[in-house]
């Protein structure tokens, strides 16, 4: 039921992606009458799938606008709420979703729990970067503040993914700083800096600056989730500022009408790509199960992605590798301080999570 | 000296801004057979110029990675340390340079002080936005972290210098934060907007996200320096991928080699364009004189850019319009809070200022 342009966009997009993924079925949570509007108005190339996209009626919705606070206080009949319930009974194998990001962050963690005890999930989204590679970028807002600390689990699980997800050897994991040297930034960068450092499970390239998110040089960049949500929307705008000067250079400078006609099929490619986070979905990284959150202004093609992005998580079981990795580096954290309240949570405190489930 | 591109930029920057404001002298700072040597070079188009271009001898240059507390440290006789010695003894009514920012950040504020005192100048770049305006961006890296105070002083200088420099009226004033909504953000952000909202002086219009540094809706955006810092170099780096990514859709699918040469010109343009940042100057806003920061990467366009920012901050008199108007602030905040410590510096903490100068 979310995202900026209504159900359709969640409908077709799911649509979409089941044409891509023959071996995937898909629930649909939302007021019975409103799914089945939009399934009935299925463009004709997507009714092959329809027997696949299973409505599951939820009488409520919760508003792009309510608090988290008061979406987990909220009844438990929600769109949401009704997804999450599946995912958590194993009905489901992963939950996708365009709404409101805090209500499914606070309802996710409330249905799924954590991870290695994880206090948190981080939200991570992959930011492409030059030369064609990309980027994971994590926390994009989750976490307004974060210490050395929970730097240093962004640091494990954006890693952990890069190296199940996408398959790299060593993912090059850096930290975003205002400069590249030992002495920059806040207190909190510079522990984390310091702790990495010393950890061999990890490649640490060190610090980066702004530009590191999209010059390649890095395949996880860690930081609060302050700096990120703003890094993320300046670069949305950015973008959108881009795109229209670009469109204004070429109407106000070529005399020829023909030649801006032939470049409106190329434009239109840059104005996708110049917008591409919007055709990533986000993870919900460090919950116990498989949750994605669609960009709220993506297209039916961009809730296709996000779909397809949960998809490869559940193929590579993401949160089991996890709590797996993570788990044990508690465990040793644990021993190495002698002590269970060691900074690090240790693994006895994620008993909510069923890697069988 | 400073700069990537080394002396020449600057030099014949600073020949290009001579012939836009024929009322303008310039003193050069450097070793005298360097200054020479570019001088020699000058295009010819640059030629008459010449006799306002006055080369002044330090034998010294601050390495562009000096650390600001070893650029105190060092002798007086550098490019930097005496070119600032001209500002502060009123010889020149401005500096400008590509060189280091800590150190000529932490050389200014010795050679020149503060206005109001105020602890920290910010760094304030005008951003482009949406719809052809701009946008004064600020902290951009001196004030890593910063106080609901510190940010209420950014917004007052923000203000001050959209009214005087850019003749706006009433220069819409936003904090750069996760959400608009006032439980959003770190506590600092928070209680600098709490704070903002009962100053009548400035037109606060609350809080903006990442987005509204581009997209015309702000025309000061304040942030602490971290922040700031990041979002402006991933801004440049957004750019720089994007530049490339429109040449290789062009490049990839434009059949006719033609179409491709005719867009060339424009591309041009518009590459200019997506990094605008590095065609501007950053005003090292609070000092008690001006100071401008050239873009590390500027070319000799680019330093004529910061060479006028500088010519219309002297214009305008900035350092004593933000002395008046935050020295006032100081003042009422004394009285309200009855005590001298009241969280406000007062103006006698400023005694090295003098707008006579």
Redesign the interface.
């Known amino acids: 039921m979310g995202g900026d342009l209504g159900p359709r966009a969640t409908v077709w997009g799911t649509a979409e992606a089941l044409l891509v993924h023959p071996e995937l079925e898909a629930c649909l949570y939302g007021p019975l009458d409103m799914l089945e509007a939009e399934l009935a108005r299925l463009p004709r190339r997507l009714h092959g799938v329809g027997s696949r996209l299973l409505p599951s009626h939820a009488p409520r919705i919760i508003p792009q606008d309510m608090?988290p606070s008061s979406a987990l206080r909220a009844a438990r009949d929600s769109s949401l709420a009704l997804m999450l319930e599946d995912v958590a009974s194993g009905r489901a194998a992963a939950g996708v979703s365009a709404g409101n990001t805090g209500a499914l962050m606070a309802l996710s963690r409330r249905a799924l729990g954590t991870v290695a005890g994880i206090p948190r999930p981080a939200i991570s989204t992959a930011i492409?970067?030059?030369g064609g590679g990309r980027c994971y970028m994590l926390d994009m807002?989750a976490n307004?503040?974060a210490s050395a600390q929970r730097l240093v689990e962004f640091a494990l699980m954006g890693s952990v993914m890069a190296r199940q997800v996408d398959g790299l050897a060593r993912p090059r994991v850096a930290l975003?700083?205002?400069g590249v040297e030992a002495?920059k930034?806040?207190a909190s960068v510079r522990q984390a800096d310091a702790r990495l450092r010393d950890m061999p499970e990890i490649n640490y390239i060190g610090f980066v600056?702004?530009?590191?998110?999209?010059?390649g040089s890095a395949d996880v960049v860690v930081?609060d989730?302050?700096?990120g949500?703003?890094?993320?929307?300046?670069?949305?705008?950015?973008?959108?500022?881009?795109v229209?000067?670009?469109q204004a250079?070429?109407d106000a400078?070529?005399g020829?009408r023909l030649?801006s006609w032939?470049?409106r099929?190329?434009l239109h490619?840059?104005k996708r790509?110049?917008d591409p986070v919007r055709y990533n979905g986000a993870s919900l990284l460090g919950l116990a199960g498989i949750v994605i959150k669609s960009h709220g202004r993506a297209d039916a093609q961009g809730f296709a992605c996000a779909v397809s992005r949960a998809v490869q998580e559940v193929r590579m079981n993401l949160p089991e590798h996890l709590e797996r990795e993570l788990g044990q580096r508690s465990a040793i954290a644990s021993i190495a301080c002698g002590r269970r309240d060691s900074g690090f949570p240790t693994r006895s405190q994620s008993q909510d999570f069923n890697p069988e489930r």
Chains 1, 2 share one sequence.
């Open positions: 608090k492409p970067t030059q807002g307004i503040e975003l700083n205002v002495t930034g806040t600056e702004g530009d590191g998110v999209f010059n930081c989730g302050f700096v949500n703003i890094v993320l929307k300046a670069s949305e705008g950015l973008a959108r500022m881009l229209e000067r670009v250079t070429f400078h070529w020829s030649v032939l470049a099929p190329a490619r840059v790509r110049l």
